[in-house]
Structure formats: structure tokens, C-alpha cells
């Protein structure tokens, strides 16, 4: 069965930093672009990040560009994102998903994403 994995949340302090792990059962990650939502309560799934299956070309929203970035380690398995500087406003549950179209490309359009992970929560809080 095919599954992505998160983990890496946790509560940290404005201004504190974390890094996510996204994580593949089942298949290697290198064929697929990655990309890393968030969805707060009361609020639809949106776009922080995404990485194409080489690296070669990266996408951050607005509101995290500047503060995150998304290494990718395809020898590991892994697509990292790693958020400093966090604000209260990114506490959110965060999901990693792989893009279902194109290896290609880095959109931030959730509905192009499939084979989601559970979740991990991120707590930015004083």
C-alpha cells in the first residue's frame, strides 16, 4: 500500500523553528513530485511548498516564502520542510502529498495531489 508519513510537529514558541519529514511506504519518492500543505481549523487545505522530482524547481506560497524551505533527500526517501522564523499563523496540521500529473513541476493546487499522509500538528504559541 502506497503512504507518505509525516512527523517533525510539535509547539514551539514564536520565532522558533522546526523541520518536517515526509516519509514513503511503499515506493520510492524520486519519482514523484512532493509537495507540503497545511489546513487549520475552519479553513480549506492550502499550499505552503513543492518540490519537483529532481529539485530543480521549487514553489513557496507568499505567506511562508522567505521562512520555509524544502530540501529534498531522495537517497533517504525523504522531502523535508524546514520553517523558521514561525508565527502564530502557521499553526496548522501539515500534510505532505505526492503530485498525481507530472514529476515536472511544483504546484501548490491541492487537488493535484494525492496519496496523503495523516498529518502532523504544528503549534505556534506563546
Not at 507518505?4 to 513530485?33: I, K, M, N, W
Not at 475552519?42 to 529532481?54: D, F, L, M, T, Y
Request: hydrophobic share 30%.
Amino acid at each position: 500500500q502506497l503512504q507518505l508519513v509525516e512527523s517533525g510537529g510539535g509547539l514551539v514558541q514564536p520565532g522558533g523553528s522546526l523541520r518536517l519529514s515526509c516519509g514513503a511506504s511503499g515506493f520510492t519518492l524520486d519519482h514523484y513530485a512532493i509537495g507540503w500543505f497545511r489546513q487549520a481549523p475552519g479553513k480549506e487545505r492550502e499550499g505552503v511548498s513543492a518540490i519537483s522530482a529532481n529539485g530543480g524547481k521549487i514553489n513557496y506560497s507568499d505567506s511562508v516564502k522567505g521562512r520555509f524551505t524544502i530540501p529534498r533527500d531522495n537517497a533517504k526517501n525523504t522531502v523535508y520542510l524546514q520553517m523558521n522564523n514561525l508565527k502564530p499563523e502557521d499553526t496548522a496540521i501539515y500534510y505532505c502529498g505526492a503530485d498525481r500529473f507530472s514529476p515536472y513541476i511544483s504546484t501548490l493546487h491541492a487537488s493535484d495531489f494525492g496519496t496523503w499522509g495523516q498529518g502532523t500538528q504544528v503549534t505556534v504559541s506563546s
